[in-house]
C-alpha cells in the first residue's frame, strides 16, 4: 500500500526527468568537448545542459550557476539574457572560420551555401543583439 505522506512518490523516477537528465548530460559533454576543440562551441551547450539540469537535477544545475569558469556566464544569461562583448566577437569569428572551412571543405552548391551562410548570419546576428551582462548583479562579485 501506498505510504499516505507521498514520501515513496519522491523515491519514483519519472521518465520525463530521466530524459532531461540525459539530455543535459549530452550537452555537458558537447559543452566540455568545446572547451578543447576548436569550432565546436561552450556556452550554447552548457546553456542548454543548463536547461536540462534544471528539470532533473537541481544538483547538477547548482553546479553549473557556480563554477568558477562557466558560472558567470551562464548566470548572466539565465539573469539577463546576456552576452559578454568577448563572447559575440568569439561567436561572429566562430561562424565566420566555420563558414569559411565549411565552403572551402564541403565546396557546397550555391544553394546549399546561401542556405547556411543564412543560417548563420541569423545566429550571429541574435547572438550580438543580445545586451551586455550590467554590472553589479545578484552574482556579479562587485
Do not use: N
Not at 4 to 25: E, I, T
Not at 46 to 52: E, M, Q, V
Amino acid at each position: 500500500m501506498a505510504d499516505p505522506s507521498g514520501s515513496d512518490r519522491d523515491a519514483r523516477v519519472s521518465p520525463w526527468r530521466v530524459f532531461w537528465f540525459g539530455l543535459g548530460a549530452f550537452w555537458l559533454i558537447v559543452g566540455v568537448v568545446g572547451v578543447f576543440v576548436p569550432l565546436l562551441p561552450t556556452t550554447g551547450p552548457l546553456i542548454a545542459a543548463l536547461a536540462c539540469f534544471a528539470r532533473s537535477s537541481p544538483r547538477l544545475e547548482t553546479w553549473l550557476l557556480t563554477h568558477p569558469r562557466f558560472g558567470p556566464s551562464l548566470r548572466a544569461w539565465r539573469e539577463q539574457g546576456a552576452v559578454p562583448r568577448s563572447g559575440k566577437v568569439a561567436a561572429c569569428l566562430g561562424v565566420a572560420l566555420g563558414f569559411g572551412l565549411f565552403w572551402l571543405l564541403v565546396r557546397p552548391g550555391l544553394l546549399l551555401g546561401v542556405c547556411v551562410g543564412a543560417v548563420l548570419i541569423l545566429c550571429a546576428a541574435y547572438v550580438v543583439s543580445r545586451p551586455a551582462p550590467r554590472r553589479g548583479g545578484p552574482h556579479d562579485g562587485v
